[in-house]
């Protein structure tokens, strides 16, 4: 499965690719909401990892954008700031998912495992 990780921090982001293509993932990187957008118009994600500051806007803005051009990839995101559980996340933000940082590597490897295997475990192109 491809991954589009958008993250500004440069160690984070260097992390994250390196474990996830130790995990069998096809990682792409972008440092910016700019450049993953510009990602996104050519190529297609089985999944977004993305921070939610970024130097040029938020996650946030990046997954708002990527659903108006009809982007219905998994969606994780990435905070430092926590999240109110109690509302619909999805329809309110574009995300799926919203971990916090420090990351637990185990659940987003988790999640991630779970949308790359379909029902009967064949691998999801």
């Known amino acids: 499965m ?3 990780v958008v993250e500004d921090h440069e160690d984070t982001r260097h992390v994250l690719e390196r474990m996830l293509s130790r995990k069998g993932f096809d990682v792409t990187v972008a440092e910016n909401v700019q450049s993953g957008l510009n990602l996104l ?6 999944a977004i ?6 130097p040029d806007g938020t996650g946030y803005g990046l997954m708002m954008e990527a659903r108006r051009r009809g982007v219905a990839t998994l969606a994780i995101a990435l ?3 926590g999240y109110p559980t109690d ?3 999805p329809k309110l933000t574009g995300f799926d998912y919203h971990l916090r940082k420090p990351i637990d ?3 987003l490897l988790a999640i ?3 949308a790359r295997v379909s029902d009967n ?5």
């Open 2 to 4: 491809n991954v589009l």
């Open 41 to 46: 118009r050519n190529q297609h994600f089985g």
């Open 49 to 54: 990892v993305s921070d939610i500051m970024l």
């Open 79 to 81: 905070t430092a700031y």
């Open 87 to 89: 509302v619909n996340e």
């Open 105 to 107: 590597c185990n659940k």
């Open 112 to 114: 991630l495992e779970t």
């Open 121 to 125: 475990g064949v691998e999801k192109n």
